[in-house]
């Protein structure tokens, strides 16, 4: 009979309740007790914990957001929270933790680990951006939304002839730019992995112009820049107002507020762009940030059955001892990696894939 705590850290992601469930559903076939852990670590260094029964987690699969809630609070930003987070898995006799997150909850899972505190994880990111893994779950419901409203932005950009620039999430990684852009027949995709020529961007879409087709939709990820020369040039225009850039990088912002595990809250390059296209081009151009749209409501199908095939794997892992591990998928198979595997390096976008959405930008 093992006691297990379950977590969800980070940005919520549509899943975590299916993960929730299945960690639940199976940990109960053992015969074990399950224990919420409310609020990512920040549950575990307060001891907020509340009892996960068959009847908790009834109904939650295909619910969005996360029943246990979460937070993305770093317990090694203060030396005492690493403490009262060991105190308290002692304390609530906890045998095995399955974190659910993404790079910084995962990120935590491994430093844990190190200083022994038993711990699997679980991957999770609408960025789809951990390594390790063939796909995180959360994504494929982003891309299916930011899909659909690449659909529908299309019909209101033709009949007023304008450029819509449709800003999406992907700090370091732009898979749900790429991956949504090619389902969506965007005219431009840009994407943290390649900085961009804003004079190149406004030549792929007059040629379209030239071509007849007298609108355009470029989709950006929050997280791409533009090239450094670029900036300057942007900077001296009459408009000015360029928001926050930060450091020595060319990341345009609103805001330099950080987190707690030192990232910038992202916003603002969707803006910055449709300026520059406008005053380049002199063409109307509308700007729509997809913003938590993207990670709120009902996951897919397929994200409810893959967060349910890693809740399993991760109770297996527990079952097993086998701590220090992330479930993954590769190819079609669940298979247990490194915690430091999947956090050492960010997974970012398969260039070949960015080369075949290259071949529609232009006309
Ligand atoms: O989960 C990662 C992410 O989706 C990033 O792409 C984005 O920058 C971030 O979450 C924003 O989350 P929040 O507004 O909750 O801080």
């Known amino acids: 009979m093992k006691k297990i705590g379950v977590l969800t850290g980070g940005g919520d992601c549509p899943g975590l309740n299916a993960v929730i469930r299945a960690v639940v559903k199976k940990s109960i076939k053992y015969g074990w007790e399950i224990i919420g852990i409310r609020n990512g670590w920040k549950g575990l260094i307060e001891g907020d914990v509340e009892p996960l029964t068959d009847y908790t987690v009834s109904g939650i699969l295909p619910k969005g957001g996360t029943i246990i809630g979460t937070s993305r609070t770093n317990p090694f930003k ?21 974190a659910i997150g993404g790079e910084d909850t995962l990120g935590v899972a491994l430093k844990l680990h190190q200083i022994g505190v038993p711990v699997v994880g679980i991957p999770k990111t609408i960025d789809n951006d951990l390594s390790g893994t063939d ?31 449709v800003e999406v999430m992907g700090r370091h990684a732009g898979w749900i730019a790429t991956m949504a852009g090619i389902a969506g027949g965007a005219d431009e995709i840009l994407i943290p992995e390649e900085p961009f020529e804003i004079e190149e961007v406004c030549s792929h879409l007059t040629a379209r112009y030239d071509h007849g087709k007298k609108f355009s939709i470029v989709v950006i990820a929050e997280g791409a820049q533009p090239k450094k020369e670029d900036l300057s040039v942007a900077q001296t225009g009459e408009e000015g107002e360029l928001g926050h850039v930060s450091g020595e990088s060319t990341l345009i912002t609103q805001t330099d507020e950080k987190d707690e595990f030192g990232h910038v809250k992202l916003g603002g390059i969707g803006h910055f762009l ?90």
């Open 78 to 98: 203060r030396e005492e929270d690493v403490q009262k987070l060991t105190e308290n898995v002692r304390k609530f006799g906890i045998d095995g933790v399955a």
């Open 135 to 165: 796909y995180t779950f959360g994504f494929d419901t982003a891309v299916s939304i930011v899909t659909e409203a690449i659909d529908r932005l299309h019909t209101t950009a033709e009949s007023h002839h304008r450029v819509i620039v």
């Open 274 to 363: 449709a300026r520059e296209i406008k005053k380049r081009m002199g063409v109307d151009t509308r700007v729509t940030v997809l913003g938590h749209v993207q990670r709120g409501g009902s996951p897919t199908a397929y994200d409810r059955i893959l967060a349910t095939r890693f809740g399993v794997a991760a109770v297996e892992l527990i079952n097993e001892n086998n701590y220090g591990k992330m479930v993954a998928l590769q190819g079609n198979k669940i298979v247990p990696v490194e915690l430091e595997e999947a956090v050492s390096n960010l997974k970012t976008v398969d260039m070949d894939l960015y080369e075949i959405a290259k071949i529609f930008f232009g006309r």
